[in-house]
Nanobody, 116 residues
Framework: VQLVESGGGLVQPGGSLRLSCAAS????????MRWYRQAPGQERELVAG????????NYADSVKGRFTISRDNAKNTVYLQMNSLKPEDTAVYYC??????????WGQGTQVTVSS
């Protein structure tokens, strides 16, 4: 089982990034997917979640209207489009695969830094 995040990097405030999380080794379409983030010295925070078929999405209040989660079950990939980025969005971003209300698989994380 693998979840591999990509797409992180350094971006200026107001900029955009799209994170990807490629899954392998399990039946991706049977799992809800989530994006989390963790900033230095802070607890891991749920950013967004999406249901198995993509029909239900939810977001943390801090990112509503700026971030969009999506998935492509044919490509076994979940995405996080991040727009209007702020310095407080700086964190390591992780994807997780969820089954029966448990995050069972995790990626290694990708760093997002928002700074001028």
């Amino acid at each position: 089982v693998q979840l591999v995040e990509s797409g992180g990097g350094l971006v200026q405030p107001g900029g955009s990034l799209r994170l990807s999380c490629a899954a392998s080794g399990f039946t991706f379409s049977s799992y809800g997917m989530r994006w989390y983030r963790q900033a230095p010295g802070q607890e891991r925070e749920l950013v967004a979640g999406i249901s198995t078929a993509g029909g239900v999405r939810n977001y943390a209040d801090s990112v509503k209207g700026r971030f969009t989660i999506s998935r492509d079950n044919a490509k076994n990939t979940v995405y996080l489009q991040m727009n209007s980025l702020k310095p407080e969005d700086t964190a390591v971003y992780y994807c997780a695969a969820r089954s029966s209300a448990v995050d069972v698989y995790w990626g290694q994380g990708t760093q997002v830094t928002v700074s001028s």
